[in-house]
């Protein structure tokens, strides 16, 4: 197909189209108002592309997933979660040269200055750890005033490497200040999840004892959150750094989208909703019934997806690891075993079953952060640890496109017509 037809009105006009490396159609729309006068409009953006990348391919139907070309199965499998970071930024698998250089000037960045520790003195105890983590994220951008400009490469390579590196360590912070342990420092002799999991989890008392399961368990859950194409939190990054505001700014902004338990927040939402069953005598059924129940609002958290309408191959990856890890810990989880009960009466439900309704990201994500000792409002942090690459790599992306401009959609008003003022006295 190499144009496509519309018809408004009496007007017929012609429009190219993008056909894209799977054979994905998209029909330019660029001269529509001028040519016709009307604009298209779709909520949701449900049908709309906002641009062309070459970064993570999905298929929906098939619940295919890949960076870079590389199946998420396989990256799993096979890379750590640094290796990914520089698959997304820098477009190729790294040789052993490119990888050890990104992970030495990494290393060198995990520390915080000094100032920004007291930071976390002025957070209430029980703040939300990504308010933190998205402030903090922002203030980076007042310890690194030099650094900023967005059409310097060597600038914006600087503050990605410093953002990788910091992000667990600002994490890791929120966390040992809501616990009120003393902040433990990043330690370079330890490799990324290692070193997270220290600066969680140790205290000065004692020698802090890392568990390879739980390293090998973190670093495949990361990698399956780095990218996921034009997502919510993703599209904020691209839409934020369209106005060339600077990369730690755009980050904040998708931390705070991440948040949202319809998106990233799902992860922490859906272990408060297993909980819930659980306490409500393991009753499923009665909760599926509710998801179905348009006057209820009640939703299966972690259950359907915009793009899914298959499994969520990402889903599968994780489902897995819960069984092994679980069984290595010889553990067994009420939470993974109610879920998937929950995921054996939704899967053979026809109301799921017609709309494509499958376990996504967030449904099984819980039980190994649970499993780890992850507290459970840190899970959306892990999620924006993860996902930090693929915001990256699609914002130098957009910038780097000869095509980048300011995001401004258009609207159609529905408000009043003109009318007359009144003074307050006469209203
Ligand atoms: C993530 O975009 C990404 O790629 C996101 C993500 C990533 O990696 O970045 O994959 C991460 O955000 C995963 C999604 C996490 N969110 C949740 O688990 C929250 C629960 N899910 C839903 O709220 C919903 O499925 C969304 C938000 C994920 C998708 O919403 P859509 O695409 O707008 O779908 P919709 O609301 O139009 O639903 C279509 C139908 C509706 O019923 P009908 O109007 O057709 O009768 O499906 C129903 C919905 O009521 N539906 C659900 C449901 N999700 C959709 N019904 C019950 N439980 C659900 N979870």
């Given at each position: 197909?190499?144009?496509?037809?519309?018809?408004?009105?009496?007007?017929?006009?012609?429009l190219?189209?993008?056909?894209?490396?799977e054979?994905?159609?998209?029909?330019?729309?660029?001269?529509?108002?001028?040519?016709?006068?009307?604009?298209?409009?779709?909520?949701?953006?449900?049908?709309?592309?906002?641009?062309?990348?070459?970064?993570?391919?999905?298929?929906?139907?098939?619940?295919?997933?890949?960076?870079?070309?590389?199946?998420?199965?396989?990256?799993?499998?096979?890379?750590?979660?640094?290796?990914?970071?520089y698959?997304?930024?820098?477009?190729?698998?790294?040789?052993?040269?490119?990888?050890?250089?990104?992970?030495?000037s990494?290393?060198?960045?995990?520390?915080?200055?000094?100032?920004?520790?007291?930071?976390?003195?002025?957070?209430?105890?029980?703040?939300?750890?990504?308010?933190?983590?998205?402030?903090?994220?922002?203030a980076?951008?007042?310890?690194?005033?030099?650094?900023?400009?967005?059409?310097?490469?060597?600038?914006?390579?600087?503050?990605?490497?410093?953002?990788?590196a910091?992000?667990?360590?600002?994490?890791?912070?929120?966390?040992?200040?809501?616990?009120?342990?003393?902040?433990?420092?990043?330690?370079?002799?330890?490799?990324?999840?290692?070193?997270?999991?220290?600066?969680?989890?140790?205290?000065?008392?004692?020698?802090?004892e890392?568990?390879?399961?739980?390293?090998?368990?973190?670093?495949?859950?990361?990698?399956?959150?780095?990218?996921?194409?034009?997502?919510?939190?993703?599209?904020?990054?691209?839409?934020?750094?369209?106005?060339?505001?600077?990369?730690?700014?755009?980050?904040?902004?998708?931390?705070?989208?991440?948040?949202?338990?319809?998106?990233?927040?799902?992860?922490?939402?859906?272990?408060?909703?297993?909980?819930?069953?659980?306490?409500?005598?393991?009753?499923?059924?009665k909760?599926?019934?509710?998801a179905?129940?348009?006057?209820?609002?009640?939703?299966l958290?972690?259950?359907?997806?915009?793009?899914?309408?298959?499994?969520?191959?990402?889903?599968?990856?994780?489902?897995?690891?819960?069984?092994?890890?679980?069984?290595?810990?010889?553990?067994?989880?009420?939470?993974?075993?109610?879920?998937?009960?929950?995921?054996?009466?939704?899967?053979n439900?026809?109301?799921?079953?017609?709309?494509?309704?499958?376990?996504?990201?967030?449904f099984?994500?819980?039980?190994?952060?649970r499993?780890?000792?992850?507290?459970?409002?840190?899970?959306t942090?892990?999620?924006?640890?993860?996902?930090?690459?693929?915001?990256?790599?699609?914002w130098?992306?957009?910038?780097?496109?000869?095509?980048?401009?300011?995001?401004?959609?258009?609207?159609?008003?529905?408000?009043?017509?003109?009318?007359?003022?009144?003074?307050?006295?006469?209203?």
């Amino acid at each position: 197909m190499k144009t496509g037809k519309l018809t408004v009105g009496d007007k017929e006009i012609e429009l190219s189209v993008k056909v894209g490396t799977e054979n994905e159609i998209g029909l330019e729309l660029g001269k529509l108002r001028k040519e016709t006068g009307v604009i298209t409009l779709d909520p949701g953006f449900v049908n709309t592309g906002s641009t062309e990348s070459a970064i993570t391919f999905l298929n929906g139907e098939e619940g295919v997933l890949r960076y870079r070309g590389y199946p998420i199965e396989e990256l799993a499998a096979n890379c750590d979660f640094v290796e990914v970071c520089y698959l997304l930024i820098y477009g190729d698998l790294p040789t052993e040269t490119e990888l050890e250089n990104f992970r030495d000037s990494i290393r060198a960045h995990t520390m915080l200055h000094e100032d920004i520790r007291s930071f976390y003195n002025g957070f209430p105890r029980d703040a939300h750890p990504m308010a933190i983590l998205s402030s903090v994220v922002c203030a980076l951008s007042t310890f690194y005033q030099d650094a900023l400009d967005v059409d310097d490469e060597d600038q914006v390579n600087t503050c990605v490497h410093r953002l990788i590196a910091k992000l667990p360590t600002i994490a890791a912070y929120s966390y040992k200040k809501s616990v009120g342990q003393p902040l433990i420092y990043p330690r370079n002799d330890l490799n990324y999840c290692e070193n997270f999991l220290q600066m969680m989890f140790a205290v000065p008392t004692e020698p802090y004892e890392m568990d390879p399961d739980f390293v090998q368990a973190l670093n495949l859950l990361l990698i399956v959150h780095a990218d996921h194409e034009q997502n919510c939190s993703t599209s904020t990054v691209r839409m934020v750094g369209s106005a060339n505001a600077n990369l730690f700014a755009s980050i904040s902004a998708g931390i705070a989208a991440l948040w949202g338990p319809l998106h990233g927040g799902a992860n922490e939402a859906c272990v408060a909703m297993l909980e819930r069953i659980i306490e409500d005598d393991c009753n499923v059924k009665k909760y599926v019934d509710m998801a179905k129940d348009k006057s209820d609002s009640f939703r299966l958290m972690g259950f359907g997806h915009r793009v899914y309408k298959n499994y969520d191959p990402r889903a599968l990856i994780i489902k897995k690891a819960c069984d092994k890890l679980l069984s290595k810990m010889d553990r067994d989880d009420p939470l993974f075993d109610i879920a998937q009960s929950l995921e054996e009466v939704a899967l053979n439900d026809p109301y799921f079953v017609e709309r494509g309704l499958y376990p996504n990201v967030d449904f099984y994500s819980g039980v190994i952060y649970r499993a780890i000792g992850i507290p459970v409002q840190m899970f959306t942090v892990l999620f924006a640890i993860g996902r930090l690459p693929g915001w990256v790599a699609h914002w130098t992306e957009m910038h780097k496109s000869p095509s980048a401009r300011i995001c401004r959609p258009r609207q159609i008003y529905t408000g009043p017509g003109a009318r007359e003022f009144v003074s307050i006295a006469h209203r």
